[in-house]
């Protein structure tokens, strides 16, 4: 008499399959957070409470002293510096939206001599580190007298080449038939890019403003040389400043860290949905 085993079927090997995958998302997911939640925790505790050994992970004592001292410090002018980073982040967002989806949709969808060309030459210049460009952009802001204005950090940063491609990509997958549709109709190709093809990139769109502001709100290095005023600079590099100023004071650093993390949060809370929705097409098409 043969014992027959009962091997698992296929559905309850790739239900397990999935599981295993989401455990090990939500593991990575919180390895990833952990530095965060740390800091916002270590935002209300007090500085005694921070250097004392063993370390603590929730406040024993919650305070709000640390965000008091910094909202009533007068060397540290949060509103100006928020309005500085909000200026810069958004001008640069909309600026990069407008001529990514505009000249996507021309790549995308006209025929013209040397747009290949043009288009690799677009590319090529992801390829180009910062570094070597900083020179020629600060010498350019010198002759057009933009030197320590913040329209200085929107002039340069206009046409994304990153934006372009993947607008490009994403504008490919309009049908050819809908525009043929509007120009029967009597639109003009402005029309046509204004009412047709820019509700069509709205999840593309979503995605690139998201990561430009991102990128724009964090960056340190380019506003540090242009912006030479104390009034004119942007929250990462008051923040780096603050810290080096109370170095001693890593609670106050803590908090003055979530106030400049706050706005990136509140964007992609509202911009999730469509993020995830223009990441997952882009790859798709």
């Known amino acids: 008499m043969q014992l027959s085993v009962k091997r698992p079927s296929r559905k309850t090997k790739f239900k397990t399959g999935r599981i295993v995958i989401y455990l090990l998302l939500i593991l990575g997911s919180l390895i990833a957070m952990l530095p965060f939640v740390w800091m916002i925790l270590a935002s209300f505790k007090t500085g005694a409470e921070l250097r004392q050994i063993p370390p603590t992970f929730f406040p024993q004592e919650w305070t709000l002293d640390n965000y008091r001292t910094i909202l009533n410090d007068e060397d540290l002018p949060l509103l100006t510096f928020y309005g500085n980073s909000?200026?810069?982040?958004?001008?640069?967002?909309?600026?990069?939206?407008?001529?990514?989806?505009?000249?996507?949709?021309?790549?995308?969808?006209?025929?013209?001599?040397?747009?290949?060309?043009?288009?690799?030459?677009?590319?090529?210049?992801?390829?180009?580190?910062?570094?070597v460009l900083m020179i020629p952009g600060y010498l350019i802001l010198v002759k057009l007298g933009l030197l320590n204005s913040l329209w200085g950090l929107i002039v340069g940063s206009a046409i994304d080449a990153f934006g372009i491609f993947l607008i490009t990509q994403f504008a490919k997958s309009i049908p050819e038939e809908m525009l043929d549709a509007?120009?029967?109709?009597?639109?003009?190709?402005?029309?046509?890019?204004?009412?047709?093809?820019?509700?069509?990139?709205?999840?593309?769109?979503?995605?690139?403003?998201?990561?430009?502001?991102?990128?724009?709100?964090?960056?340190?290095?380019?506003?540090?040389?242009?912006?030479?005023?104390?009034?004119?600079?942007?929250?990462?590099?008051?923040?780096?400043?603050?810290?080096?100023?109370?170095?001693?004071?890593?609670?106050?650093?803590?908090?003055?860290?979530?106030?400049?993390?706050?706005?990136?949060?509140?964007?992609?809370?509202?911009?999730?949905?469509?993020?995830?929705?223009?990441?997952?097409?882009?790859?798709?098409?």
């Open 86 to 131: 909000l200026f810069i982040a958004i001008m640069n967002t909309a600026l990069v939206l407008f001529t990514s989806s505009l000249f996507g949709f021309i790549f995308a969808k006209y025929r013209f001599k040397g747009k290949n060309a043009i288009f690799w030459f677009i590319l090529a210049t992801m390829m180009i580190p910062f570094q």
């Open 182 to 285: 509007a120009r029967v109709d009597g639109a003009s190709e402005w029309r046509i890019y204004w009412k047709i093809v820019l509700p069509q990139l709205g999840p593309a769109l979503a995605t690139l403003g998201m990561l430009t502001f991102m990128f724009n709100w964090n960056a340190y290095l380019w506003p540090l040389i242009v912006l030479t005023e104390q009034k004119k600079r942007t929250l990462p590099i008051i923040l780096n400043w603050y810290s080096t100023q109370h170095s001693n004071q890593i609670h106050l650093t803590m908090a003055a860290s979530v106030l400049v993390v706050i706005p990136i949060l509140i964007v992609f809370l509202f911009m999730q949905r469509w993020i995830v929705k223009g990441i997952t097409l882009t790859g798709i098409k």
